[in-house]
């Protein structure tokens, strides 16, 4: 079950890298269609990635067989996915390596990642993996959440990606989880749980899940990157996240297995916690950051811990914001397609999915573009009277606007505001090859 295979007319490269205890064999299976040329600049990235994401762990893990495989499938008839094994990985897309290198290799970094984080440090409630009923976790949001976190990480360290796309990267997942409404009904360890009915599952009634959950692969990593930045920020860079994986490879995964394809040392929620508690020196930050972060519903001070690294958090303060609607034009006007947020304006306001705003402040709307720019001329605190129509009765409301929460990472540099000569300090050692920090 963990040894996929796949016959097909792939083009094959392989390279080795030594971590001075082992020289795994790494194999890139390409089935694609495009060149071999193709190949050969992937498979110099995905080397890149390899010799990058061992650093953070010191070593590989005792690949079986001596051998790492990725499987990749980059065809226009295939899903897009990736899926992890102990010894390989299997990678799908429809784009074509030459189009869409850089999430393809993402995707790279991710699964590689997870060789360590999940086949080996892997949590209790996976242990032994049950392929008849369903095992819930409430630990993907370290298992899944952080090696998300690592994956733009490794890219950036490795060269890879620019300091523009991994704070993108970042602030998406920040949004996210600062602004759903969803943070405050389920933690990150209750929305982990919810993995039977969100991943691969596919609900075949309406849920209300864009007002209820929150994906544990975004706010993981949203916590990944708040507990990196706390532990650097707490003891200037000395005690980092890395130091915790390794420290988490070295207790749980090194230990490795007895019975083949069973992880003889898992953990638990609270093994995470004892482990950062020792990592810190201090108990009481790691039960502080899990009682908060992890177990509760608050986020990290990001603005704070990102400026340490020279990175604003930019917001569009003094912009109205009516709540994150999809919207669609229709013919009578312009409808709302998906839930809308709780606790928004416009959900103040009782207005509803298959609604159909038919005028925004007296002016008729037909296309969702009119509906933004009606919006965004106002200022936030100002009524805004709509007139639309639900189920053929034609209904009138008001829009109280408020400032819109949503928000961009962005360099300081950029800003025209100077990098400090501590900010460019910090910047590197987080961001910069963890080959030249290794510890
Ligand atoms: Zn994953």
């Known amino acids: 079950m963990d040894s996929p295979s796949e016959f097909s007319q792939f083009t094959l490269r392989s390279f080795t890298v030594s971590d001075e205890r082992r020289t795994p064999v790494f194999r890139v299976a390409v089935h694609h269609s495009g060149t071999d040329a193709d190949v050969d600049a992937l498979v110099r990235d995905v080397e890149a990635i390899v010799r990058e994401a061992r650093h953070v762990f010191g070593e590989y893990p005792p690949f079986e067989g001596n051998t790492y495989t990725f499987i990749a499938d980059y065809l226009p008839w295939a899903h897009g996915d990736g899926m992890e094994h102990r010894n390989s990985t299997v990678l799908t897309s429809a784009s074509a390596i030459q189009f869409n290198r850089s999430n393809l290799l993402d995707a790279v970094a991710h699964e590689f990642f997870h060789s360590w984080n999940v086949e080996r440090i892997r949590p209790k409630s996976l242990e032994p993996f049950n392929l008849e009923e369903t095992n819930m976790s409430g630990e993907l949001w370290f298992a899944e959440g952080f090696t998300n976190y690592y994956g733009p990480l490794t890219m950036k360290r490795a060269g890879l990606s620019t300091l523009r ?19 405050q009904i389920r933690s990150a360890v209750e929305m982990s749980r919810m993995a039977p009915f969100v991943d691969a599952a596919a609900a075949i009634d309406h ?30 860079g000395k005690v980092t996240l890395d130091h915790f994986m390794r420290a988490l490879w070295e207790k749980f995964g090194r230990p490795g297995t007895n019975v083949p394809g069973y992880v003889e040392t898992p953990y638990t929620l609270d093994d995470l916690k004892s482990m950062l508690g020792t990592l810190a020196g201090d108990a009481t930050f790691a039960q502080d950051f899990f009682a908060r972060y992890v177990e509760g519903h608050d986020v990290p001070d990001y603005a704070r811990l990102l400026g340490r690294a020279g990175i604003v958090v930019k917001t569009n303060a003094g912009r109205a914001f009516a709540g994150e609607l999809t919207l669609q034009d229709d013919p009578a006007g312009v409808r709302i397609t998906a839930d809308v947020p ?12 298959d609604d159909v705003l038919l005028s925004v402040g007296g002016t008729k709307v037909t296309r969702s573009a009119d509906v933004d720019r009606l919006i965004t001329a106002r200022k936030p605190g100002e009524p805004l009277p709509i007139a639309y129509e639900r189920r053929g009765a034609r209904l009138s409301t008001a829009l109280k606007l408020v400032e819109d929460p949503r928000l961009e990472l962005v360099p300081i540099e950029e800003t025209g505001q100077p990098l400090t000569d501590a900010q460019r300090r910090f910047r590197e050692l987080w961001l910069s090859s963890a080959a030249r920090n290794s510890f």
Do not use: H
Not at 165 to 183: C, L, N, Q, W, Y
Not at 209 to 221: A, E
Not at 344 to 349: G, L, N
């Open 207 to 236: 849920t209300n899940f864009s007002n209820t959950y929150i994906s544990y692969y975004t706010w993981g990593s949203a916590i990944g990157l708040g507990l990196d930045l706390s532990l650097r920020d707490r003891t200037d």
């Open 342 to 353: 709780y606790g928004s304006p416009a959900y103040q306001a009782a207005l509803e999915r």
């Open 165 to 183: 796309a991994f704070t993108r990267d970042m602030g998406d997942a920040i949004e996210k989880v600062t602004t759903s409404p969803a943070r």
